[in-house]
């Protein structure tokens, strides 16, 4: 009587202790690095700070095709490794005009597209995005310019706004 009762005791304790060791292998088994929340990042002011970095990635990449430039377009090298970007830094007027970029993108899509989807709406639509006005250009205007009657809108007083700025900002 005494060793069955042991037994089971045993038993017992192995059971559940497999249990234990099963749930957690099932649970590191699922979850990716990448579905953790991350890191937080140093400088997001419009993507949303708990980002993942296959989203921002993939974000960053989809920038870069669309405009067909490099991150350096957009991002400063760092001050202690010129041969780095420092992609948090501020340093560089595209970033910030990028940036209004995507708030112009996002409000377009949720302010003049998503309203006119079939119900149920989806949480988010995507029908315009850097390309559909880019389409490998960094600067579709100066691009059009050049299009001579095509794009007759155009007003020559306006051309290289960004490097006026940056001159105005050298001698500030
Ligand atoms: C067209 C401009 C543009 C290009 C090109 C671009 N980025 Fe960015 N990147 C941005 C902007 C704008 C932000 C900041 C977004 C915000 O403020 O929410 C940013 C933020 C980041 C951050 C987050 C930094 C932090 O910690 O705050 C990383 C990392 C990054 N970019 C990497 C890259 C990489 C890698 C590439 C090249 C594959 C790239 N970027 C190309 C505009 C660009
Ligand atoms: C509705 C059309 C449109 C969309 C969408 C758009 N852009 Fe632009 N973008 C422009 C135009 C036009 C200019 C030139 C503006 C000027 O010269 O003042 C420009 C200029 C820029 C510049 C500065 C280029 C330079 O060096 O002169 C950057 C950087 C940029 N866009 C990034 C982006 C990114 C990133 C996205 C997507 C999040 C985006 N744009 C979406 C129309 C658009």
Request: with cysteine; proline share 6%.
């Amino acid at each position: 009587m005494k060793t069955k009762k042991k037994l089971l005791t045993f038993f017992y304790t192995v059971g559940i202790l497999m249990m234990v060791m099963g749930l957690y292998a099932f649970k590191s088994a699922n979850v990716h690095e990448s579905y953790l929340p991350q890191t937080p990042w140093k400088n997001l002011k419009v993507l949303p700070q708990d980002i993942s970095k296959d989203s921002l990635d993939y974000l960053m990449k989809g920038y870069t095709t669309a405009l067909s430039v490099k991150c350096s377009y957009c991002h400063a090298p760092s001050t202690s490794d010129a041969s780095k970007l420092d992609f948090a830094s501020d340093l560089k007027i595209e970033k910030e005009i990028a940036r209004g970029m995507i708030k112009m993108t996002d409000d377009l899509n949720a302010n003049y597209f998503r309203p006119h989807f079939p119900e149920p709406k989806p949480a988010q639509v995507h029908v315009v995005n850097c390309v559909l006005c880019h389409r490998g250009v960094a600067n579709p205007e100066k691009y059009l310019s050049q299009m001579g009657s095509m794009y007759q809108t155009y007003d020559p007083e306006l051309i290289n706004r960004k490097e006026k700025i940056l001159e105005q900002m050298k001698k500030q």
